[in-house]
C-alpha cells in the first residue's frame, strides 16, 4: 500500500471508526443488557459476559439471553405501547404546529432584504447560548398559575384573579415546551429551502397568469418541500423521545415515552427493562430516519 | 428613409417585410404606446419622460448599456413594475395598476425562469390551465408547441436534465404558448454560445412571422438587435436616444453617443467651415490642413464645432493617394494590423497623433504589394461615408 492511498483508507477510517465506538458498541451493550435479566448485584443483571471464565461459561451466558423484557414491554397490560403511541401523537402534533408557525417566520425571513438576514438567522439561533434546561425551567415560571402570563391577563383585566390560566402540567403547556425548544430546527432548513428559490420563477407564474396565492401553492410549497420534510423529520424524532419538557411542564398524566424510561431506570431501578424500552424506542424511529435520508438522497441527485 | 433598408432581414422573409412600415403610416393605431412614463427607484431616475408607440407584428428592440432603463421599461410593460407617472396603453387599454397575472403580454425570461419541479410538458402548459383551458385543448397546444420547438421527444424530462439551448427552447415555447399580444424577451439568447445564438436569431425572426405576433426584445448586443429587429430604440439614462430602422441607426445615427454603441466607429472632432444644402465642409481637427466634404443636410453653421463619426468599413487605406482627388483624404502611417481572415483592420496613426481604424476586405488569397507596419498610407472615403453629428 502506497502511503498515498493508505492517507485515504485513513481518512476514510476515521468516521467509521468514531461510529463504532461511541454508536454501534454502546448500542451493542444496550441491545445486550435489554436481553438480560434484572438482578440485586452489581451490574443490577445477569448474565454478565465475563471473558476470563472461559468458553464454556461464556456459552452458558448466552444462553441465559431471553426476549422476555420485550414481551413485558409490548404486553397490552403495561402502559408502554400507549405510551410510545402517546409519544409519536405528541411529536406528531407538535411537528405540525411547529410547521405552521416555522414556514411563516422562515418565509418572511427569506423575503427579507438580504442585509438583514444574516442578524434574522442569528436571532433564530441566539436562544441555543442559553442552557436548554434553564429555559424550559423558565417557561415552568411564565406558564404557572402564579406565573407572568397569568399576572399579564389579570393586569389587562382579561381574567378574574380568583380563576387563572391551568396550562402548566398540561399536555398544552408540553406542546408550548416543544415548539419553543424545537423553532429553530423547524425555521433553519425551512429557510435555507425558500431562501435559495428564484424569486423569478413567482414572476414567470404570474406572468403566465396565475395570482400570488395560488403561486405559492404551485410553486413555492412543492419547492420549499425538501425544507418541509427536514424540518418536520429534524423535530419529530427528537420529540418521540423527549424527557426534560414533559417531565417540567407536562403533568402526571402526561404520557411520553421518554419519561417512562426514566421511571424505569432511576425509580424502578430495572436497567434491563429500560434498555428494551430504548430498543423498541430506536426500531419506532428508524422508519423516519431512513425515510429522511430518503429525502435527502433525492434532494441531492436533483441537483 | 425608404422601405427596403433592413437588408439582413430580407434574405429570410423578403417582400412581406420589405413593405412593412406602419411607423411612417399616420394612420396605423399603435398597439402598444408609453406616454410620458416616468419610473423611480428611490432618487434613482430609471425611466425619464418617455414616450413610445411600438405597431403590431413589429420585432421591436430596446438597445442599450446595463442600467439604461430597457429592462425597466419592459418589466412595466409586463406588469412588474409601476410607472411613476404616464400610461401605458396595450390595444388601446390602460394597463397601469393591472396585475401581471392579468395582461395579455408573456414574457420570456434571461433566467429562463423554467419550474424545476415541472417537466417539459407542464411548464408549457402551466399558463393554459391558469386561463382554466379543457385538458384536451391544452394537450392539444402544448403539442403544437413542442413541435414548434422541436422539443417532442424531451416532453417528459425535468428542466435539469436539459441543455441550455433546449432549456431557452421550452422557455420560448413556455411563453409563446397562451398567444399572447406581445411577446416579451428579456435577453433571450444571453446565455447561449455564438453559434446557437446566431441561429437562434433567425428561427426567432421566422417564428415572429409565422405567428404574427408582436415581440418586444430587450437586448445589449447590437449585432443581435440589427439582426432581428424592425426597429430598434437606443436608450440611455433612462431616455429614447434614437428610435428607427436598424440601417438608420447604423448609417445614420443621431448622436455620438448612437454612433459610438451601434457598431464600429472612428470619431473625429471637426469644425464646420461651410454649409450648402446638402453639402458640409468641415475641417478635422487632427489634420487642420484637410476639408472633408460631407453629403448631408445638417443644422450647423459655419464656426460651429462638430464629430463626424465614420465606420471602419467605408474608409479605404491605400500606399497610393487616390487618383480622385474629390474624395475626403487623410495621410497617416500604419500603426498596427488586425488580420481577421476576412478582414484586415489596420490601426492609421494622424500627424497629429490620434488614430483611426479602417477595415478591409481580403479579397484575394494574395496582394502584391501588402500593406505593412510603418507604411505611409492614405485614408480616404467618399462624401456619402461620413456623418456629421452635432450632438
Known sequence: MTGKARGRWLVVAIPYLWLLALFLIPFLIVFKISLSQDAIAQPPYTPVFDLAAGWEAFKQSLGELSIDNYGYVLSWDNEFIEAYGSSLWIAGISTVLLLLVGYPIAYAMARAPKSIRPTLLMLVILPFWTSFLIRVYAWIGILSPEGLLNQLLIALGILSPDAPLQILATDTAVYIGIVYSYLPFMILPLYSALEKMDETLLEAAADLGCPPLSAFWKITWPLSLPGVFAGCLLCFIPAVGEFVIPDLLGGSDTLMIGKVLWTEFSVNRSWTVSSAVAVLLLLVLVVPIVFYQNVQQRELEGR | MSAGVAEKTQKTIGGIRRKFAPWNDPSAVPLIRFQNVTKRFGDFIAIENLSLDIYEREFFALLGPSGCGKTTLMRMLAGFEEPNEGRITLAGEDLVGTPPYRRPVNMMFQSYALFPHMSVW?????????????????????????????????????????????????????????????????????????????????????????????????????????????????????????????????????????????????????????VEPGLVTVRPVAAPDRLFRIAQECPAKAGDSVAIALRPEKLRVELDPPADTSVNCLSGEIWDIGYLGDLSIYHVELPGGSRVKAAKPNLTRMVERPISWEDKVYVSFSPDAGVVLTS
Open chain 2, 122 to 274: 407542464d411548464n408549457i402548459a402551466f399558463g393554459l390551465r391558469q386561463d382554466g383551458m379543457e385538458k384536451g385543448a391544452v394537450a392539444a397546444r402544448v403539442e403544437e408547441m413542442l413541435k414548434l420547438v422541436k422539443l417532442g421527444q424531451f416532453a417528459k424530462r425535468k428542466p435539469h436534465q436539459l441543455s441550455g439551448g433546449q432549456r431557452q427552447r421550452v422557455a420560448l415555447a413556455r411563453s409563446l404558448a397562451k398567444r399572447p399580444k406581445v411577446l416579451l424577451l428579456d435577453e433571450p439568447l444571453g446565455a447561449l454560445d455564438k453559434k446557437l445564438r446566431e441561429e437562434t436569431q433567425f428561427e426567432l425572426m421566422d417564428l415572429q412571422m409565422e405567428l404574427g405576433m408582436t415581440f418586444l426584445i430587450v437586448t445589449h448586443d447590437q449585432e443581435e438587435a440589427m439582426t432581428v429587429a424592425d426597429r430598434i430604440a437606443v436608450m440611455n439614462h433612462g431616455k429614447l436616444v434614437q428610435v428607427d430602422q436598424p440601417a438608420v441607426i447604423y448609417e445614420h445615427p443621431n448622436s455620438r453617443y448612437v454612433a459610438d454603441f451601434v457598431g464600429d466607429v472612428n470619431i473625429l472632432d471637426a469644425t464646420v467651415v461651410s
